[in-house]
């Protein structure tokens, strides 16, 4: 995001904001919306991406086994409704499954 485009690493202090910042974030919508939402998926997803940035490389790897997970679990309940919704052969469905069976 907006924050993410002014970090520079000359600034470790706006590198401390903006994790903070989206942990702050994250914290709010797993509360909100559970820990399997695409946009706590999302926020997590951007939390590993600052991490890796910041060198925090160990927590960043942790962290994104539990995205690929979420991520993964968020698609196969998306398929799930679109079979039900749609049926199977569905474009809508065919290009989720597909999407679940690239991660």
């Known amino acids: 995001g907006l924050l993410a485009q002014q970090v520079t690493k000359d600034n470790p ?31 997590r997803e951007h939390l590993v991406s600052l991490l890796v940035k910041i060198g925090k490389q ?10 690929m997970e979420a991520k993964a679990q968020v698609l196969q309940d998306k398929v799930g409704m679109f079979e039900e919704m749609y ?3 569905d474009p809508r469905t065919i290009g ?3 999407k679940l069976k690239s991660l």
Do not use: F, I, S
């Open 96 to 98: 989720t499954r597909a």
């Open 87 to 89: 049926g199977a052969n």
């Open 58 to 67: 160990d927590e960043a790897l942790a962290m994104k086994h539990e995205v």
């Open 13 to 43: 202090e706006k590198w401390e904001q903006a994790e903070a910042m989206t942990r702050e974030v994250l914290a709010g919508q797993e509360a909100l919306n559970g820990p399997v939402h695409k946009d706590t998926v999302n926020t």
